[in-house]
């Protein structure tokens, strides 16, 4: 019987119980499942709802405080904890398709990659402006570049503990401004290790209203071409020469598209994620995007 730990770093979000609830709900077979919940405040302050939700749970619950403000201390402890064949990441926000363990799975095993990303499909409010709607501005997909996945994320992975794969820890110096997932999976890769997708592992992300806006998206995607911007090797005069005339090019194609207000976005978007590349390859400092301090620095929208 095959064996998975599914990991839920935890911050102060009540949503977590319709986390848990959607994993009761998995329709799974001869998979032996646990779930490690590491709760990331200073305080225990997420035990209380975790003892609650295991009253009538299907599998077994292991709660870690693992504090504070950290988003990587949090994901590290899931790994320390985590025994079973394979470790499954999901965010405190998200619900799972009844389908989406079985899917990762069977992809894992037909292809024998060590990691299988899921797709995350953003659920829209009724008030959320329409444009972000119809340009779908917030699911998440794999990104594939010449045929490969080089990087990936943990709002929906599935990852295979296997030497040396299995003793990579995500790096603590990236746990306030974001970026961890993606170094680490750059790392993965760097091992020889391999990433491919699983379109029916279905996960769900509500979109609240502090994100849908604009600027939040501007905040993130300057925040994820820092993140890649570090992580770039070779000449980085050249890596940064690169970047700003895709940026460049970017700002134009936002000025051509001026009166589409999907193509305007996704252009700006993209000339901001050039950017955001340039200052990583500079050396610029990220914004805090989670903790105590992720409030402060989301009262401006580029940093």
Not at 229 to 252: D, E, M, N, Q, Y
């Amino acid at each position: 019987m095959v064996s998975v730990d599914i990991c839920i770093c935890t911050f102060r979000r009540p949503f977590l119980a319709e986390t848990l609830a959607s994993v009761a709900a998995l329709a799974i077979e001869n998979v032996d499942v646990r779930v490690i919940i590491a709760d990331n405040d200073i305080t225990p302050s997420a035990q209380g709802l975790v003892d609650s939700a295991r009253a009538g749970f299907p599998h077994a619950i292991i709660y870690v405080h693992a504090p504070s403000a950290n988003i990587c201390i949090a994901r590290n402890a899931c790994l320390d904890a985590a025994s079973a064949d394979y470790v499954a990441f999901i965010d405190d926000d998200e619900t799972v398709s009844p389908q989406w363990l079985g899917a990762l799975l069977a992809t894992a095993q037909e292809t024998r990659a060590d990691a299988v990303l899921g797709p995350v499909r953003a659920v829209y409010d009724p008030e959320t402006p329409e444009w972000m709607v119809r340009g779908d501005f917030h699911s998440t997909l794999p990104v594939v570049v010449n045929g490969a996945i080089r990087t990936g994320y943990t709002c929906n992975v599935l990852i295979r503990r296997v030497e040396p794969l299995a003793a990579l820890r995500f790096d603590l110096s990236l746990g306030k401004s974001g970026g961890e997932d993606t170094d680490y999976f750059y790392r993965l890769t760097s091992l020889g290790g391999t990433i491919v997708e699983a379109p029916q592992a279905l996960v769900y992300e509500p979109v609240p209203a502090d994100r849908a806006v604009m600027a939040w998206l501007v905040r993130r995607r300057l925040r994820m071409g820092q993140t890649h911007g570090k992580l770039i090797g070779g000449s980085r005069l050249t890596a940064a020469a690169v970047a700003s005339a895709k940026a460049g090019f970017c700002v134009a194609m936002t000025g051509l598209t001026a009166f589409s207000p999907i193509a305007r976005r996704k252009n700006l978007l993209r000339a901001v994620l050039h950017m955001g590349v340039v200052g990583g390859i500079m050396g610029i400092r990220p914004a805090v995007h989670y903790g105590d301090g992720a409030a402060q620095s989301a009262s401006n929208p580029i940093h």
